[in-house]
């Protein structure tokens, strides 16, 4: 069946079969910094964020099996409310304090009963919102790319309408013939509609992105399996991916995450030798922290970015 990117990929990753119905969930293809060896950091960085914000109820959406949360719950304070939200039923041994909201997935989100003093955090889920993909022609003009159940591609109609707009504004021209966009209107609306089910606080967006001036004109889009990047094929066997227009979500600050974890106090700097002298053991936890430090602000994931908003 020959379809829109936007159409093939929602059907990919969340229809009957899709490919974040499975069991395994995104942990069994690819490790993230919520659920990789640097999660408890995170968590820890989370809980000092919703400390200075005066915050009482965090919400992870897109949540995959709810393995951030089930480290902010061995630290949380008790009164902090926690509630995972993903596409899947509630997984099995998720702590019992943690609440669990079903979703349909893609750029729909479930009513999450406007939660004040929240921190809504959505890690790595603007990514895997389906958008259309636009490519130049020989004329270097904009058309839809449409593609088939193996991942074949052929160019259809000029790209129109909201997401000719969205491109106008947020990703300009010239294009040179095989320049591609992925048009962003479909994760502006996303965010958009988080920040609508969020009564009071702040809802932050972490992800792979790019700002204007540094879109990257080959385009982003691969598929994700069994730990490689592979050919993104529309048939519910991989992961498929495209970095964030960050800087169209229409949120109030951008910071890499580099920048906020260390303003959180997450620091990758070692600890000095003369500690492992002294103080071993003190010296092999402060290297491990360093470590586990490094990997969230270090250069990849360090250069993720965060989109903050903050709400009534
Ligand atoms: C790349 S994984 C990220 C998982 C986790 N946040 C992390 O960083 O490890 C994307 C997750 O988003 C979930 N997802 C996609 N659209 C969603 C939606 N509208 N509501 C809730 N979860 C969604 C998928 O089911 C999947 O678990």
Not at 173 to 184: A, I, L, T
Request: proline content about 7%; hydrophobic content about 40%; charged content about 25%.
């Amino acid at each position: 069946m020959v379809r829109t990117w936007e159409q093939a990929w929602g059907e990919a990753l969340y229809g009957e079969g899709g490919f974040y119905r499975r069991a395994e969930g995104p942990a069994g293809h690819f490790a993230t910094s919520a659920q990789g060896p640097a999660a408890g950091l995170l968590a820890g960085a989370l809980l000092e964020l919703t400390r200075r914000e005066s915050l009482t109820t965090i919400v992870d959406v897109a949540c995959g099996r709810g393995e951030l949360l089930s480290s902010l719950a061995v630290r949380a304070d008790p009164s902090i409310r926690l509630v995972g939200v993903d596409i899947v039923e509630r997984p099995d041994g998720l702590p019992a304090r943690v609440e669990w909201v079903r979703s349909p997935g893609g750029a729909g989100l479930p009513d999450l009963g406007l939660p004040k003093d929240a921190l809504a955090l959505a890690h790595e889920w603007l990514d895997v919102v389906p958008c259309p993909v636009a490519q130049a022609d020989g004329q270097g003009r904009l058309r839809t790319v449409l593609v088939e159940d193996d991942g074949t591609e052929t160019l259809g109609d000029p790209l129109s309408g909201p997401d000719r707009d969205w491109s106008d504004e947020h990703w300009p021209g010239p294009h040179s013939p095989g320049d591609r966009v992925e048009v962003g209107r479909t994760r502006d609306a996303a965010f958009a509609a988080l920040v609508d089910r969020v009564g009071s606080g702040l809802v932050a967006a972490v992800d792979y992105g790019h700002r204007l001036g540094s879109r990257p004109a080959a385009g982003t889009l691969v598929g994700f399996a069994d730990g490689s990047v592979c050919r993104p094929i529309p048939d519910g066997g991989c992961d498929i991916t495209a970095h964030v227009a960050m800087d169209s979500l229409g949120a109030d600050e951008l910071h890499t995450q580099r920048d906020l974890l260390r303003g959180l106090g997450v620091d990758g700097t070692r600890p000095p030798l003369e500690l492992a002298r002294t103080d071993p053991a003190r010296y092999l936890a402060a290297l491990s922290w360093a470590s586990e430090a490094a990997a969230l602000t270090g250069s990849g994931t360090g250069d993720f970015v965060w989109a903050l908003r903050r709400v009534g």
